[in-house]
C-alpha cells in the first residue's frame, strides 16, 4: 500500500509508502491519505499525528508523470487536480489534534507544502526542502500560500521564483523546520514530540487549533481560486507539459 497507518501509543503515524519515487504522490495517493487523516482524526484513542515518509525522502511531491498527460483545454481536470489538494490540505488543517512531521528527507512542490501545514516539524540536516515548481514550468501559487506565514514575502519570492531547495540546517533557522535531530533519530523524535502534545487537555488544544484554522482558511480559498486560473493561462501555454516531459525523459536515461 503507498500510504501506511500505524499507531505509537495515542499516537498514529501515517507513512507515505512509495520509496522507489521519493514517495512522489499521485491522486489515489492523497485519497487515502485522506482517509486516513479522517480516520485518526474520528479515533478517540489517538491524540496526535505524526506525517512521513518511507525511504529517504518525506516526500517529493506530485509525480509529474501523472500531471504531464493534463490536456491544455480540460479545464475541468485541472481544477479537479487543485481541488484534490484543497481538500487534502483541509483534512490535515482540519484535524482537532496536533501533527507533527518527521521530515525524514527531500520535501518539496506539494510534499513541502504538506510538510509546513504539520503544527510542529522535525528533521535532520541533511533534509533537503523547498517550492521547484517553477522549475517544471508550474506557477507555485498554493505554494506562496503555505510558506507566507512561515517566511514572509522576501523569502517566500526567494523560493516561489529561484525553485532553491535548502538544506535542513537553514530551513531551522527559516523556521521551516521547528528542530534538528541526528538522521536516524527523526521518526523517534517526531513520536515522542507528539505523545507529549497528545498528553496536553484535548479541549484547550482542539480550540487553540480552530483558531489557527480560521487565520488560514480565508487566505488557502483565495489561494485555491487564484490557483485554477493561473494553472489554467499556464497549461494553454503548453510550457508546463514540455518541462515535465523534458525532465521525464532526462530521468529515463
Known sequence: MTV?????????????????KLNAWTAGMRERLMELLREAGSDPE???VVLTGAGRAFCAGQDLGETATIDPDDHAASDAWID????????????????????????AGSGFQFALLADLR????????????????IPSITGIWAMWNVLGR?????????????????????GLLTRLVPQDEVLAAAVAQAKELAALPSGAVALTKGRLRELEREALTDAVAAAKKVH??????????????RFLKERAK
Open 4 to 20: 501506511l497507518m500505524d499507531r505509537e501509543g495515542p499516537v498514529a503515524v501515517i507513512t507515505l509508502n512509495r520509496p522507489e
Open 46 to 48: 489517538v491524540g496526535a
Open 84 to 107: 484534490g489538494f484543497d481538500r487534502l490540505y483541509r483534512a490535515v488543517l482540519d484535524l482537532d489534534k496536533p501533527t507533527v512531521a518527521a521530515v525524514n528527507g527531500v520535501a
Open 122 to 137: 522535525i528533521g535532520h540536516a541533511g533534509a533537503r526542502m523547498g517550492q521547484p515548481e517553477v522549475l517544471s514550468g
Open 154 to 174: 522576501a523569502r517566500t519570492t526567494e523560493f516561489a521564483l529561484t525553485g532553491r531547495l535548502v538544506d535542513g540546517a537553514e530551513a531551522a533557522e527559516l
Open 232 to 245: 489554467a493561462t499556464a497549461y494553454a501555454t503548453g510550457e508546463p507539459q514540455r518541462e515535465m516531459a
